[in-house]
């Protein structure tokens, strides 16, 4: 009498705070076979002061998944646990791919700015705001 409970693998917690029982029950499954995913590398909890193992919402869900695969797509564990890793690269890719992209638009940002046809030619920065009153007054016929 297991009481379903959804989680999002992207939306969950990364706090490595629930013992193995409640991670066990959480996920649908016998304690001892979270013991052997974590032998075989397929989650990989953290550790407690006395060395029990704490599982986080994620691993929770990632427990969740590798019980899908197995159950209904008939996936070994060696698959599964290529299929995990696979998908952290491609997670780690995405987010490299995105910083890089963030660093290109700020370099094409720079080089639109020193290309622009005032940067440094014509005018002058100041890093503070001046207080001087420029006036200004057209020329005279006279004073040609």
């Known amino acids: 009498m297991y009481e379903e409970i959804n989680i999002s693998v992207e939306q969950a917690s990364d706090a490595k705070i629930l013992i193995i029982s409640v991670a066990a029950r959480m996920a649908g499954m016998h304690p001892q076979t979270l013991r052997q995913y974590d032998r075989l590398g397929l989650v990989q909890p953290g550790r407690a ?5 704490r599982y986080s919402e994620r691993d929770v869900a990632l427990l969740r998944e590798v019980q899908r695969l ?3 797509d008939g996936v070994n564990l060696a698959g599964i646990k290529r299929i995990i890793g696979l998908e952290q690269l491609v997670g780690d890719l995405q987010q490299r791919l995105h910083e890089l992209e963030s660093r290109l638009e700020e ?11 005032y940067s440094g030619r014509d005018l002058v920065r100041q890093e503070r705001p001046s207080t001087a009153l420029v006036v200004w007054r057209p020329r005279r016929a006279a004073d040609k």
């Open 49 to 53: 002061g006395g060395g029990g193992r």
């Open 70 to 72: 197995s159950q209904e």
């Open 107 to 117: 370099a094409y940002t720079r080089i639109a700015q020193m290309e622009s046809p």
